[in-house]
């Protein structure tokens, strides 16, 4: 079970955590099937339930956390190149010159390291559409930037990523 599993479906997963374990607390102290069970077995059922639930919401917090320093981190780079990025874009060069190749690499391991990290899971799938957008608008902003990143990517080294349809 993957991070992005739980972004999709996490109402339902959230529901099965949480509800399965107040169904058990219910259980242990109407249920009669365990009326049979004496204190110290209901009391370590309800610490039980009171865990998974905690450890839950721990864990959610946790990835939520994760994913706020990532994020963070992505958008700061890319405000820290987004100026001589769209010079590049919008320049008038036939090709691309080498000096200026430099910047367009580098935007290409951002872009390369934001898919690993939403195909790890830990990138939302709704914020991913979100920048693949705005990849799609820098990449296919100028037939030769097209044509310079195409090549790039083609080489394979940037952990599975492909440039965003037009």
Do not use: K
């Not at 390291?113 to 100028?142: K, T």
């Amino acid at each position: 079970m993957t991070e992005r599993w739980l972004y999709r479906w996490w109402l339902w997963s959230t529901a099965g955590r949480l509800v399965v374990p107040s169904l058990a607390l219910a259980a242990a102290c109407l249920g009669a099937f365990l009326e049979n069970l004496d204190a110290a077995a209901r009391v370590a059922l309800i610490a039980g339930a009171a865990s998974a639930v905690f450890l839950d919401l721990r864990a959610r917090g946790e990835a939520t956390m994760a994913f706020e320093r990532l994020a963070t981190q992505f958008n700061d780079r890319y405000i820290r190149m987004r100026i001589e990025l769209w010079a590049v874009v919008q320049g008038s060069d036939q090709a691309v010159r080498p000096q200026r190749e430099a910047v367009l690499t580098d935007y290409l391991i951002l872009c390369a390291e934001e898919y690993l990290f939403y195909a790890m899971g830990w990138i939302p799938p709704i914020v991913w559409a979100s920048w693949r957008q705005g990849m799609a608008a820098v990449v296919h902003a100028s037939p030769r930037v097209r044509v310079f990143c195409e090549d790039e990517v083609r080489r394979g080294s940037y952990y599975g990523f492909t440039l965003p349809p037009p």
